[in-house]
């Protein structure tokens, strides 16, 4: 199924530099409730609920505003949003935690070539996940986003796992460094 897949929470943070390309999608698209209302009334402690609270919590009050998010996007892929669409088909196995090994990978977080070339590729996803899904994600749990002068927001990788490393070069011959490796090629599956 080819989805948006519930991706890059913190993505737009980490291409603050980059120009997103207006498309009639994505001007189309509802705009996202603010993480202000939202959150409004709602002050929760994501990291203190037990399991129940937070599965009661996720079906009651996260899914439904996610989902209407996503299918003001896309009504074709997300008319049939579920908790699985999210944490994977596997999700009750991996007792819904995350990031979610299904979701498509980003790169690495020091990787800005590969940033660009995703956001490049999909200029819509990118929007929408860093200006929509990533803020109101993160207001309905109560957490700060993530940004470059608060790493430990919540971002992208909350959801979604990182491509592989590329592995250092080995030395060459005589002990000298081998030339560096090319840079990292556009991301992997999903996108």
Not at 4 to 21: D, E
Request: aromatic fraction near 6%; charge should be positive.
């Amino acid at each position: 199924m080819n989805k948006i897949s519930v991706v890059s929470f913190g993505l737009v943070s980490l291409l603050a530099s980059a120009t997103f390309a207006a498309d009639d999608k994505a001007k189309a698209a509802a705009p996202a409730p603010s993480p202000e209302a939202v959150a409004a009334g709602k002050k929760i402690n994501w990291d203190k609920m037990d399991e129940n609270a937070k599965k009661a919590y996720m079906k009651k009050t996260v899914l439904p505003t996610m989902k209407k998010l996503f299918v003001a996007v896309d009504k074709k892929h997300y008319a049939n949003m579920n908790c699985q669409t999210c944490h994977g088909e596997k999700a009750a196995e991996r007792k819904f935690k995350m990031p979610a090994p299904e979701l498509p990978k980003l790169p690495q977080p020091t990787d800005r070539a590969g940033f660009m070339a995703l956001q490049q590729k999909k200029p819509d996803v990118v929007k929408f996940m860093g200006t929509q899904v990533k803020p109101t994600m993160a207001a309905l749990i109560g957490k700060p986003e993530w940004s470059e002068s608060n790493p430990t927001g919540f971002g992208c990788y909350n959801c979604h796992t990182k491509e592989e490393a590329a592995a250092a070069p080995p030395p060459a011959m005589g002990g000298k460094p081998a030339a560096p490796a090319p840079a990292a090629p556009a991301p992997g599956k999903g996108w």
